[in-house]
């Protein structure tokens, strides 16, 4: 892929990323949020959070299967995306659910388990987005940076728990995203255990023998 | 075959032209992606809206605002918009999507409806629904609904005190509860097509529950026939117990004498209690139950006991552990 075709992608994903947060603001400012406008963006910005992190694990397996290199240039903006859903997703639970009350948000999620499951998500994803930029690639090394941001599968798989626990009774949606989730995480199993293995070396095999 | 050295120089496109072109190309794929996108996303995921045409009821009798304070009937707050009360529902016979209810139910059948009223009673009988709606003229009932899921409404509802049904039927000195259960018709119910819950929908009430003149089988709502969304033709409404004790679209109700099965407590017994009455003081396992979301209103409110009927209902419960009997 030519350097400007790439770039042009991405901003076709930076813009459509922003749709669903446009529409937010433009029915939240029109009053077209449904009778709980409240519930509405919560539970909006806590599906576009999954919706991105479930993309961004699928990066990695697609681009293996297609051999199309060039897919690994869209997995930060798509960590970053969920990070930031994820960010206005508290924000709209903190503001609108708790009334910007430290104490009232603090008190309900010791109280509240799939509250700490979201908790911990969300932290996860904290250091993927403060280490996502080249510089900081660098600084840590590949392998540490590689190391580090396995954390997206806590991220993930919290958040689809998170999601999976506070539902009433029609856990179909949760069901979705963990059949999807698994997958994903079922094929990196996969490949780890068909990884070449180190062929001896004249060294090993001295010891071996 | 034109050679390359032969191309005038007036047939090469100005790279200007060339590059206006291409970025002329490129906006237009990035508006109409975004448009698709906006658009699934709407298909996705929009809050519900419509009218609401069904009949206007007649002769409801309105009384002053005075004399129903004491008595519960009539609750001095702003009243919830008809709009949010018809597309807001848990009514999972047709979607469990609160949006989604709505146009899941529309066009629901209900000519020719009755009601088996059965069981411990003197005279059981299966009564039209006209016949059933003649026993005494609706009233109009303005009632809080808090639902368990921590929102609320104010609703005017129109019917009567279930106790003037039951006096009909003459319930036997045996009869300890009354059962209620909803329609069962999967092809009219799509959500009974599926399995989240065991069907068809059951409720039920202690007889002082039951007989208690709050207690109210209500048949419309702001004037007109409940809308199919809100349970139509003929459902229970209890204000001062979390809305999925009020159980909608009623084929049954079976006066027993030990307590009944009801579908929630069944489903998660951990979580949702035969009894579920609005209760500040206990919350649900996952979620508290000390404040709501005022449906129309930013911002929670504190939960009130009995959803604000304790003077009213306090006394059915007395010496009751009501955080064993949630």
Same mark, same amino acid.
């Given at each position: 892929m030519k350097d400007s075709d790439l770039r042009f992608a991405k901003l076709l994903l930076l813009v459509n990323g922003a749709v669903p947060l446009a529409l937010l603001v433009w029915d939240q400012a029109h009053k077209r949020l449904g009778a709980n406008p409240q519930n509405f963006l919560i539970l909006t910005t806590g599906m576009m959070t999954l919706i991105f992190l479930v993309l961004t694990m699928a990066v990695t397996p697609l681009r293996k299967i297609t051999g199309l290199n060039w897919l690994i240039q869209f997995r930060r903006m798509l960590g970053l995306y969920a990070f930031f859903y994820g960010c206005l997703h508290f924000l709209c639970f903190f503001s609108l659910d708790r009334g910007f009350s430290v104490s009232g948000t603090l008190s309900e999620m010791v109280k509240r388990k799939y509250l700490v499951v979201g908790g911990i998500a969300l932290l996860a994803m904290v250091p993927l987005a403060v280490t996502s930029t080249n510089a900081m690639i660098k600084r840590l090394g590949g392998k540490r940076w590689r190391v580090l941001h396995r954390l997206a599968y806590v991220a993930a798989i919290a958040g689809v728990i998170h999601y999976y626990m506070q539902?009433?009774?029609?856990v179909r949606k949760p069901l979705v995203f963990a059949a999807v989730l698994a997958i994903l995480l079922g094929y990196r199993l996969i490949t780890y255990w068909q990884r070449p293995k180190p062929v001896p070396t004249a060294a090993t095999a001295a010891k071996q023998g | 075959m034109k050679e390359a050295d032969k191309i005038s120089a007036s047939e090469i496109t100005d790279p200007a032209v060339y590059f206006n072109r291409r970025n002329f190309i490129r906006t237009g794929i990035l508006a109409a992606s975004a448009v698709a996108t906006g658009f699934v996303y709407r298909r996705l995921n929009h809050p519900a809206t419509g009218e609401i045409k069904t009949a206007k009821l007649e002769g409801v009798i309105t009384t002053s605002a005075v004399t129903n304070a004491a008595s519960g009937f009539r609750v001095d707050e702003q009243e919830t918009s008809l709009e949010n009360i018809t597309h807001y529902n848990n009514f999972y016979?047709?979607?469990?999507d609160k949006e989604g209810v709505a146009s899941a139910a529309s066009g629901f059948e209900t000519k020719g409806w009755r009601v088996s009223v059965e069981g411990l009673v003197n005279k059981p009988g299966v009564f039209d629904l006209g016949d059933l709606l003649k026993i005494s003229p609706p009233e109009e009932r303005i009632y809080r609904m808090r639902c368990v899921e921590g929102w609320s409404m104010v609703i005017p509802w129109a019917g009567f005190s279930l106790s003037k049904l039951l006096d009909v039927v003459e319930p036997a000195s045996d009869a300890k509860f009354v059962a209620f259960e909803t329609l069962l018709d999967p092809r009219r119910?799509? /959500?009974?097509?599926?399995?989240?819950?065991?069907?068809?929908y059951v409720e039920g009430l202690r007889m002082d529950e039951a007989m208690h003149p709050l207690t109210l089988l209500a048949s419309g709502l702001y004037g007109r026939a409940l809308p199919p969304q809100d349970g139509a033709p003929i459902r229970l409404v209890i204000p001062w117990k979390y809305g999925f004790k009020g159980i909608k679209s009623i084929v049954k109700i079976k006066l027993v004498a030990t307590q009944p099965r009801t579908t929630w407590s069944e489903y998660a017994p951990n979580e949702y209690g035969f009894y579920a009455s609005v209760n500040p003081h206990v919350d649900h396992p996952r979620w508290s139950?000390?404040?709501?979301?005022?449906? /129309?209103?930013?911002g929670r409110r504190p939960t009130l006991m009995f959803n604000g009927y304790e003077e009213q209902v306090g006394h059915l419960y007395a010496g009751m552990d009501l955080r064993a009997n949630f």
């Amino acid at each position: 892929m030519k350097d400007s075709d790439l770039r042009f992608a991405k901003l076709l994903l930076l813009v459509n990323g922003a749709v669903p947060l446009a529409l937010l603001v433009w029915d939240q400012a029109h009053k077209r949020l449904g009778a709980n406008p409240q519930n509405f963006l919560i539970l909006t910005t806590g599906m576009m959070t999954l919706i991105f992190l479930v993309l961004t694990m699928a990066v990695t397996p697609l681009r293996k299967i297609t051999g199309l290199n060039w897919l690994i240039q869209f997995r930060r903006m798509l960590g970053l995306y969920a990070f930031f859903y994820g960010c206005l997703h508290f924000l709209c639970f903190f503001s609108l659910d708790r009334g910007f009350s430290v104490s009232g948000t603090l008190s309900e999620m010791v109280k509240r388990k799939y509250l700490v499951v979201g908790g911990i998500a969300l932290l996860a994803m904290v250091p993927l987005a403060v280490t996502s930029t080249n510089a900081m690639i660098k600084r840590l090394g590949g392998k540490r940076w590689r190391v580090l941001h396995r954390l997206a599968y806590v991220a993930a798989i919290a958040g689809v728990i998170h999601y999976y626990m506070q539902v009433k009774a029609d856990v179909r949606k949760p069901l979705v995203f963990a059949a999807v989730l698994a997958i994903l995480l079922g094929y990196r199993l996969i490949t780890y255990w068909q990884r070449p293995k180190p062929v001896p070396t004249a060294a090993t095999a001295a010891k071996q023998g | 075959m034109k050679e390359a050295d032969k191309i005038s120089a007036s047939e090469i496109t100005d790279p200007a032209v060339y590059f206006n072109r291409r970025n002329f190309i490129r906006t237009g794929i990035l508006a109409a992606s975004a448009v698709a996108t906006g658009f699934v996303y709407r298909r996705l995921n929009h809050p519900a809206t419509g009218e609401i045409k069904t009949a206007k009821l007649e002769g409801v009798i309105t009384t002053s605002a005075v004399t129903n304070a004491a008595s519960g009937f009539r609750v001095d707050e702003q009243e919830t918009s008809l709009e949010n009360i018809t597309h807001y529902n848990n009514f999972y016979e047709f979607s469990t999507d609160k949006e989604g209810v709505a146009s899941a139910a529309s066009g629901f059948e209900t000519k020719g409806w009755r009601v088996s009223v059965e069981g411990l009673v003197n005279k059981p009988g299966v009564f039209d629904l006209g016949d059933l709606l003649k026993i005494s003229p609706p009233e109009e009932r303005i009632y809080r609904m808090r639902c368990v899921e921590g929102w609320s409404m104010v609703i005017p509802w129109a019917g009567f005190s279930l106790s003037k049904l039951l006096d009909v039927v003459e319930p036997a000195s045996d009869a300890k509860f009354v059962a209620f259960e909803t329609l069962l018709d999967p092809r009219r119910m799509p /959500g009974q097509q599926g399995d989240v819950l065991n069907w068809p929908y059951v409720e039920g009430l202690r007889m002082d529950e039951a007989m208690h003149p709050l207690t109210l089988l209500a048949s419309g709502l702001y004037g007109r026939a409940l809308p199919p969304q809100d349970g139509a033709p003929i459902r229970l409404v209890i204000p001062w117990k979390y809305g999925f004790k009020g159980i909608k679209s009623i084929v049954k109700i079976k006066l027993v004498a030990t307590q009944p099965r009801t579908t929630w407590s069944e489903y998660a017994p951990n979580e949702y209690g035969f009894y579920a009455s609005v209760n500040p003081h206990v919350d649900h396992p996952r979620w508290s139950q000390a404040t709501e979301q005022r449906i /129309g209103e930013s911002g929670r409110r504190p939960t009130l006991m009995f959803n604000g009927y304790e003077e009213q209902v306090g006394h059915l419960y007395a010496g009751m552990d009501l955080r064993a009997n949630f």
